[in-house]
């Protein structure tokens, strides 16, 4: 069966190709995402959410995100502001060489020293808020943590200190995959539905028939994805009863 | 030649396959190694935010594009950004092409993988080489 993607957090790298700066946050990603925390962790490109489809655009909205910057123009962070959702955190490579008083790092292909340190440096400190994010409840619904939730508002617990794996594990790139999405018609607007191919494709799976029970559990489920406009509950509820009874029928 | 404007290279900026690594390295190979002194990378970051800076500099000059996969961002975001794309690359084409070569890895590309980014910065280089030709002609 299907499932839905469990809860993980996204990285977003700048691209930065021409700065060291650039070099160093695109490593640090790839180091979190590949050694530090490889499940518990998804990629996309910055240029995706431009490039890319509306899934694509649901990133930052479906996962919580942390942008990695290179310099204070923070075009990962601002980017995914722009066009999908406010990071949940980030950091800025050049705040860093700052805050530890370090010389700029040279080499866009190849980083000297100092550059190979801060990739470390972001990595574990990527890490860290990784781990930190992952302690909360991320409501895909909002698109951000809800304050509500007794959860959000506790201290976190102290950092876990990041294990490098021996093994190389592939980062998990969710370029041109994205976030399933669905349009309807709803009161004459065409709204898109975030996860709502998967969610239909459980229940089919489920040999959950068409029913006011099943449209109850069903609109239960897609609300924890999507903010349903209560002036408009009924004619969602209508439509999302459409498609899955075209869904249910095209399946059996 | 400090007059003539450098050809502005936009590679592909994935993070998360090798191929994206394949075009980044590419692009580093021609700017930094290659012909140094006429050409330029771009970041695909500043257009995706609409940078003036970096849409000005694209409109004045010839623009290669190197993409990671089907999807073809770097292509689509400098047609996007109002500049025309003189010559496109795609990191996959090559290997299409070389399919003895299987890249692996994404920070750091295997042997054959490195074979690839040299073998696509020589086509990028020939294409910088015709456009200059061009300009130098025109001139």
Known sequence: MPELKQKKVGIVSCSGEELPEGTVSRLAALKVLEELRPDETVTICLPLFLAGGEGDRAFAKFYPTIAIDGCNQRCAYRATEMYSNTPAAGIVITDLI??????????????????????????????????????????????????????????????????????????????????????????????????????????????????????????????????????????????????????????? | MPDKKKVIIVPCSGVGKPFGTISREAAYQVTEEDRPERTQIVPLSLLVLGDEEARAALAEADVITIDGCALVCASKMVAESGAQVSASFNSMDVYRANRQYKPQGISSLNEAGQKLVGLLAEQIDAAVDKLTAEEEQDA
């Not at chain 1, 990739?119 to 409501?139: I, N, P, T």
């Not at chain 1, 304050?147 to 794996?165: I, R």
């Not at chain 1, 309807?184 to 029913?211: C, H, M, T, Y």
């Open chain 1, 98 to 252: 700052k805050d530890e008083k370090l010389e700029r790092p040279t080499g866009c292909r190849h980083l000297d020293g100092i550059g190979n340190y801060l990739v470390e440096a972001a990595a574990a400190k990527a890490a860290e808020q990784v781990d930190e994010l992952l302690g909360k409840r991320w409501s895909r619904q909002q698109g951000r943590f809800d304050k509500a939730d007794s959860v959000n508002t506790q201290e976190t617990a102290e950092s876990a200190v990041p294990q490098t794996m021996d093994v190389s594990v592939q980062a998990t790139c969710s370029c041109g995959s994205g976030i399933p999405t669905q349009k309807l018609s709803v009161g004459g607007k065409d709204l898109s539905f975030v996860a709502l191919p998967l969610i239909f494709q459980n229940f089919a799976e489920d040999q959950r028939s068409p029913s006011a029970q099943t449209l109850d559990a069903l609109m239960d489920t897609v609300r924890l994805y999507n903010s349903i406009d209560p002036e408009l509950e009924a004619e969602t509820r209508a439509a999302i009863e459409a498609a899955y009874q075209a869904y249910w029928a095209d399946r059996n």
